[in-house]
């Protein structure tokens, strides 16, 4: 999955979780992640590289919804590249103690 980054940018990286983080806890999700928790929206709990427990919340892009204009180039070509699916980042945090418990307790 790769992630559609415009506005949504300063929003979903304001709890100091970079963009790269970001993505690479979406792109290694695993059961019972990305869980479905209404209105359009999912969730993925897990492992930045550094480490990190981190929450992700995000919603389904397509093609269509995605303003290509505004795209540099860079942007372009990695979107082009992984051919879907995106991801939109709404909001990413690291976990609180108890979520942090209550994350390995529900991975067992």
């Known amino acids: 999955m790769i992630c559609y980054w415009d506005k949504n940018r300063e929003h979903a990286t304001r709890h100091g979780i970079s963009e790269d983080a970001i993505e690479f806890v979406l792109d290694h999700a695993s059961p019972p992640y990305p869980e479905y928790i209404g209105a359009g929206k999912y969730r993925v709990r897990g492992f930045t590289e550094d480490g990190a427990y981190v929450q992700v919340i995000y919603v389904h892009k397509s093609p269509q919804d995605i303003d290509f204009e505004a795209l540099s180039i860079e942007q372009l070509l990695r979107l082009e590249a992984a051919k879907g699916p995106y991801a939109y980042a ?5 976990l609180t103690r108890r979520e942090k418990r209550r994350h390995r307790r529900r991975k067992r």
Request: no cysteine; proline share 0%.
């Open 90 to 94: 709404i909001h990413a945090r690291e």
